[in-house]
């Protein structure tokens, strides 16, 4: 973590303009209070109403509420990523950089590993009818690439996706590597620094 | 590290996102419903009157559910919800926005929905009474009755 703060862009899906919001290089006290405090009663509240009205919810099995709050604790040893607007935590990134690629390209060379990335409840269309903020997936991407590049991994990343997620990753241009077992199951996504240049291009 | 994005590729990519949930690893996962119970408070009682109550006062007021959602800003799915499902804990903001909509008092309104405590014993015991009154007398018309039958019907063919 360097502190360091950069001007982004979300969607409104509201008005479908953008606003301007805050990149954040290292996961704070305060974003995590904001998590407590303003992720986790929404995250309930969504979960419970989709049991109330007989919706399947979305991804629950193998997890449970104990790994969730310990994980977000964890997240202040680890390197990451948070975007804040309107002084609310929109989304986190927490990425790792001593993974070996897995594609046959360009196997066993370095790339960023994404661990984790997570909007806000309120953004998210699994949870809720009307997501209030887009966009910080491409940011978080973004931010993923860059910090690729400045460790001297040419924009190489990977991360598993969330089934829910697997066509954004795909739009973005990366390959799927299909399910990975060790991962309950999840795909598993790759960067080459040729599709980091076609999605980076102006 | 610094970022710098242009606006004009956030608007130009914004499409690859569109309305698509962007969750990675495991961690992101939901929590089960299950695990949360310890730490959510049971069905309370008084919750059986806020259905009622909303519902009521909403149609005493001549909205139709979409235009309360609308007008207090909170999800169509949750006002549904709070009016049908007893068990259903609305957060303090929508209840706020509610009462607010509705004209009815906030504080009065949030006991009932659980979010505050009740020590009082006879507001409990208006709630039940309330939530019991509340359930209409009406004749049905011929539609509701058409419906009734056809479904009682069913439950007696079943073994």
């Given at each position: 973590?360097?502190?360091?703060?950069?001007?982004?862009?979300?969607?409104?899906?509201?008005?479908?303009?953008?606003?301007?919001?805050?990149?954040?290089?290292?996961?704070t006290?305060?974003?995590?209070k904001?998590?407590?405090?303003?992720?986790?009663?929404?995250?309930?509240?969504?979960?419970?109403?989709?049991?109330?009205?007989?919706?399947?919810?979305?991804?629950?099995?193998?997890?449970n509420w104990?790994?969730?709050?310990?994980?977000?604790?964890?997240?202040?040893?680890?390197?990451?990523?948070?975007?804040?607007?309107?002084?609310?935590?929109?989304?986190?990134?927490?990425?790792?950089?001593?993974?070996?690629?897995?594609?046959?390209?360009?196997?066993?060379?370095?790339l960023?590993?994404?661990?984790?990335?997570?909007?806000?409840?309120?953004?998210?269309?699994?949870?809720?009818?009307?997501?209030?903020?887009?966009?910080?997936?491409?940011?978080?991407?973004?931010?993923?690439?860059?910090?690729?590049r400045?460790?001297?991994?040419?924009?190489?990343?990977?991360?598993?996706?969330?089934?829910?997620?697997?066509?954004?990753?795909?739009?973005?241009?990366?390959?799927?590597?299909?399910?990975?077992?060790?991962?309950q199951?999840?795909?598993?996504?790759?960067?080459?620094?040729?599709?980091?240049?076609?999605?980076?291009?102006k | 590290?610094?970022?710098?994005?242009?606006?004009?590729?956030?608007?130009?990519?914004?499409?690859?996102?569109?309305?698509?949930?962007?969750?990675?690893?495991?961690?992101?996962?939901?929590?089960?419903?299950?695990?949360?119970?310890?730490?959510?408070?049971?069905?309370?009682?008084?919750?059986?009157?806020?259905?009622?109550?909303?519902?009521?006062?909403?149609?005493?007021?001549?909205?139709?559910?979409?235009?309360?959602?609308?007008?207090?800003?909170?999800?169509?799915?949750?006002?549904?919800?709070?009016?049908?499902?007893?068990?259903?804990?609305?957060?303090?903001?929508?209840?706020?926005?509610?009462?607010?909509?509705?004209?009815?008092?906030?504080?009065?309104?949030?006991?009932?929905?659980?979010?505050?405590?009740?020590?009082?014993?006879?507001?409990?015991?208006?709630?039940?009474?309330?939530?019991?009154?509340?359930?209409?007398?009406?004749?049905?018309?011929?539609?509701?009755?058409?419906?009734?039958?056809?479904?009682?019907?069913?439950?007696?063919?079943?073994?």
């Amino acid at each position: 973590m360097n502190g360091d703060i950069s001007k982004v862009w979300l969607v409104d899906k509201k008005t479908g303009g953008l606003v301007e919001a805050s990149l954040y290089d290292g996961i704070t006290e305060a974003h995590l209070k904001d998590v407590e405090k303003s992720w986790m009663p929404k995250l309930r509240s969504e979960l419970q109403r989709l049991r109330a009205t007989g919706r399947p919810h979305p991804q629950s099995s193998h997890w449970n509420w104990r790994d969730k709050v310990e994980h977000m604790r964890g997240l202040l040893a680890y390197r990451g990523f948070a975007v804040v607007h309107e002084g609310h935590t929109q989304g986190l990134m927490l990425v790792k950089t001593t993974h070996p690629c897995r594609l046959p390209i360009q196997r066993g060379k370095p790339l960023v590993y994404v661990d984790y990335l997570e909007t806000a409840p309120w953004n998210q269309r699994e949870l809720v009818m009307q997501p209030q903020f887009g966009g910080i997936g491409l940011v978080m991407l973004a931010a993923a690439i860059t910090l690729s590049r400045e460790e001297g991994f040419a924009g190489r990343i990977g991360l598993h996706s969330l089934p829910q997620a697997v066509k954004f990753y795909e739009n973005c241009g990366m390959t799927n590597l299909g399910s990975d077992p060790s991962k309950q199951g999840l795909p598993y996504f790759e960067m080459t620094p040729e599709q980091v240049a076609a999605f980076l291009e102006k | 590290m610094k970022l710098t994005l242009t606006k004009d590729w956030v608007v130009r990519r914004a499409a690859l996102e569109n309305d698509i949930d962007v969750a990675a690893g495991l961690a992101a996962r939901h929590p089960s419903i299950e695990d949360s119970q310890a730490s959510v408070p049971a069905p309370i009682e008084t919750r059986l009157a806020l259905g009622p109550l909303v519902h009521l006062t909403r149609r005493k007021h001549s909205l139709s559910i979409e235009k309360l959602a609308e007008e207090a800003r909170v999800d169509l799915a949750e006002v549904i919800s709070i009016e049908r499902d007893p068990s259903f804990r609305p957060e303090p903001r929508t209840v706020f926005q509610i009462a607010d909509v509705l004209k009815l008092p906030a504080k009065s309104l949030l006991q009932l929905s659980g979010n505050t405590a009740v020590k009082d014993e006879a507001f409990r015991d208006a709630a039940v009474r309330f939530a019991a009154r509340s359930a209409s007398v009406e004749r049905l018309t011929s539609e509701e009755r058409k419906i009734l039958e056809e479904y009682v019907a069913f439950l007696s063919r079943q073994r």
